[in-house]
C-alpha cells in the first residue's frame, strides 16, 4: 500500500512539475501557430503563387484511374471517383500537398529566421547596457577609498 502512495505522489510530482506545463503550453501555443502558418500559405501566398502562374496551383485533379466501378457514370474528378469507390493513383494530390510543405516549411523558416534575429538584437541591447553596482558594493568601495586616505 505504501508503494501505491509513493507512486502516486511520483506521479503528481511528474504531472505538475514546470517541465510538463511548459510542454502542455507549449503543444497549444504550437496548434495555435500551425493554424496561422497554415491559413498564411493557403489564403495568403497560394492565391499570389496562382495568380503569378495563371490559374490555380492546385493540381488534385491530376490522377490515374487504375480500377474504375462498374458502370460508374459520374464525373471524373478526384472527389467523385474517390466517393464510388474507385482505386486512385492520386500524384496530383501528392504534389500539391509536397508543394504546400514547402511553403510551409519556407515560411517558418522565415518566421524563425526574423525571430533570432529580433531576439539576437535584444540580447545586445540588454547587454550593451552596464547593470548598476549594487548599494553596498558601493559603501565598500566608499570605505576602501576612505581607508587608502
Given at each position: 500500500?505504501?508503494?501505491?502512495?509513493?507512486?502516486?505522489?511520483?506521479?503528481?510530482?511528474?504531472?505538475?512539475?514546470?517541465?510538463?506545463?511548459?510542454?502542455?503550453?507549449?503543444?497549444?501555443?504550437?496548434?495555435?501557430?500551425?493554424?496561422?502558418?497554415?491559413?498564411?500559405?493557403?489564403?495568403?501566398?497560394?492565391?499570389?503563387?496562382?495568380?503569378?502562374?495563371?490559374?490555380?496551383?492546385?493540381?488534385?485533379?491530376?490522377?490515374?484511374?487504375?480500377?474504375q466501378?462498374?458502370?460508374?457514370?459520374?464525373?471524373?474528378?478526384?472527389?467523385?471517383?474517390?466517393?464510388?469507390?474507385?482505386?486512385?493513383?492520386?500524384?496530383?494530390?501528392?504534389?500539391?500537398?509536397?508543394?504546400?510543405?514547402?511553403?510551409?516549411?519556407?515560411?517558418?523558416?522565415?518566421?524563425?529566421?526574423?525571430?533570432?534575429?529580433?531576439?539576437?538584437?535584444f540580447?545586445?541591447?540588454?547587454?550593451?547596457?552596464?547593470?548598476?553596482?549594487?548599494?553596498?558594493?558601493?559603501?565598500l568601495?566608499?570605505?576602501?577609498?576612505?581607508?587608502?586616505?
Amino acid at each position: 500500500m505504501s508503494n501505491t502512495k509513493g507512486f502516486v505522489a511520483e506521479f503528481r510530482e511528474f504531472a505538475v512539475k514546470g517541465n510538463m506545463i511548459d510542454l502542455a503550453v507549449g503543444v497549444i501555443i504550437g496548434a495555435a501557430f500551425g493554424k496561422i502558418i497554415d491559413s498564411l500559405v493557403k489564403d495568403v501566398i497560394m492565391p499570389i503563387i496562382s495568380f503569378i502562374f495563371g490559374g490555380r496551383v492546385d493540381f488534385t485533379n491530376l490522377f490515374l484511374v487504375l480500377s474504375q466501378p462498374a458502370n460508374y457514370t459520374g464525373p471524373h474528378t478526384y472527389a467523385d471517383m474517390s466517393k464510388a469507390g474507385a482505386v486512385i493513383l492520386a500524384w496530383g494530390n501528392f504534389l500539391t500537398i509536397l508543394i504546400n510543405f514547402f511553403l510551409l516549411a519556407l515560411v517558418v523558416f522565415c518566421i524563425v529566421k526574423a525571430a533570432n534575429k529580433a531576439r539576437t538584437k535584444f540580447m545586445k541591447e540588454e547587454a550593451a547596457a552596464p547593470a548598476p553596482t549594487p548599494a553596498d558594493v558601493l559603501l565598500l568601495q566608499e570605505i576602501r577609498d576612505l581607508l587608502k586616505k
